[in-house]
């Protein structure tokens, strides 16, 4: 299964967060191997209570990153959508850990935060080949090369 956009993230998240209607406290990872394939995805905490600190080395060092380039996170509880929205701190930590995967070899590409009603999402929402997220990513969208969809005119 290739991922090709952060709605794919969302929606494969989803269904360990969110169950029967009701949200779990729960932080998930879900791994992607150099060619956007699919690697893993596991609930890291059953108890996230706002804070990614407590978990960046059970994130970060899980044997099922092995063969993994790039990975998002998701969680139970949105952030504030304000003039401070940069400020708060669980987008500051998720800054945070972006920048000590980057050491180890890592991509963050999303991060989401799940309610019982929707999700928001730092990072992109759509096609990963339309945002300029500082590697070059694989094409995802090969599909599109000779449709006619695919042009622009």
């Known amino acids: 299964m290739i991922i090709q956009a952060g709605f794919d993230l969302e929606l494969l998240a ?12 729960r932080l998930v990872v879900i791994g992607l191997d150099a060619e956007m394939q699919l690697e893993s995805i596991r609930v890291v905490s059953e108890s996230f209570e706002g804070s990614l600190k407590p978990f960046q080395d059970a994130i970060l060092e899980h ?20 003039d401070y929205f940069d400020e708060q ?10 920048g000590i995967a980057k050491e180890r070899g890592l991509h963050m590409i999303g991060h989401f935060g799940l309610d ?3 999700y928001m999402s730092n990072g992109p929402h759509s096609y990963f080949d339309q945002y300029s997220l ?9 599909h599109w090369v000779h449709s006619r969809f695919g042009r622009c005119e």
Request: glycine share 10%.
């Open 89 to 98: 701190p669980i987008l500051a930590e998720a800054k945070q850990l972006s």
């Open 63 to 82: 044997p099922d990153l092995e063969g993994t380039k790039y990975f998002a996170i998701a969680h139970a509880g949105i952030w504030v959508e304000d």
């Open 116 to 118: 019982d009603t929707g």
């Open 134 to 142: 500082g590697d070059d990513l694989p094409s995802t969208m090969t």
């Open 14 to 25: 989803r269904p360990l967060i969110v169950q029967e209607g009701k949200l779990r406290p």
